[in-house]
C-alpha cells in the first residue's frame, strides 16, 4: 500500500504519532536532486491511484496532496508513500468538505470558488502533479502559500482562471494515451465528470490496449488485489508506448501542437 504508516503513538512529553522514516524525503526535494523521469511518472501515477482508490472507498479525501506531502522509499524503481494527513478528512452524510484547504498549485476549482466538494478534489491535484513532472508547468503557478482568508476573494477568481489554463494547456498537447488519462479522467474543471480512482486506473488500461501495445515484460507489481494487476498492466503498456516512441528514462518528450 503507497500510505506512509504509523507505527507508534507516545503519550509523553509531546502526544505524538511515530511513522515510519523515509531517509529519502519527499518528492519534491528528490526531483530538484535528481529530475523525475517520464518512466517514474507513471509509477507514481499508479501508486497514487492505488492509495486514492484505498482512501476514498473509505470516504477519506487527503485535500493536501502534492509532491512535498510523498514520501520517497527508493528510486529506481520509484516507490512513494502518501503522507502528511494534517488535513485530511472523512465525508459522511452530517460532514461535508467546505474549507479552503490545501496548497495552492494543486487546488481544485471548485475549492477556489468555495464550492461544496468532495475527496474528488485529490484526483485533480495528482493529475496537476503529474502534469508537472511529464509535461511542465507554467512558472507562475509555482506560489506554494497557504491560503489567508483575506486573500480569497481575488484568489478565487485568479485560483478558477489559473485551473481552466491547466486543462487548456493539457488540451493543447499532442495525444498519447497519458495525456488523454488526465484530459478525459482526472483534470476535469467539473467534479462530476472526473472519474474514481479506480476508474481511472481501468481506463487507462483500455487505453493502453488500443494503443496495440502488448505487454513483453513481466508485471513489476505485485498487488494481490485486481486493482494492482490491473494497474500494472497499465503502467507497464504505458510505459511500453513510451519506450517504444521516444526510449527509456527520457523527461518532457511530448511535442506542443502547433496550430
Ligand atoms: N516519515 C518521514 N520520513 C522522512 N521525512 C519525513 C517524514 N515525515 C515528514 N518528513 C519530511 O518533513 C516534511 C514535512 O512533513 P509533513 O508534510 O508531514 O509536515 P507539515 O508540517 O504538514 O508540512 P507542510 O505544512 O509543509 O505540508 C516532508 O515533506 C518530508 O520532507
Ligand atoms: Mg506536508
Redesign the pocket.
Known sequence: MHI?KVVDFVETPTPSLV????PL??LE?QNREWPITMEETLDLLFQCLVALNYLHLRNVGHR?LKP??L?VEGRNPLSVKL??F?LAKVETAKSHMKSFVGTLQYCAPEVYLGKRYTPSVDLWALGVIVLEYAYGLLAEARGRRRMDNDQCVSMKKRGAAWCQCLVDEANDWDLDPLIDLLTVAMLRIDPEERLPAGQCLKKGAIWSFSMGTTLTQEVPYRQSKWIGKVGSVIMTTLRLSYWRLFGANQRLPMRKVVE
Open positions: 506512509a511513522m515510519e522514516y523515509f524525503g519527499n526535494d493536501d512535498a506531502n514520501l503522507a502528511d494534517g
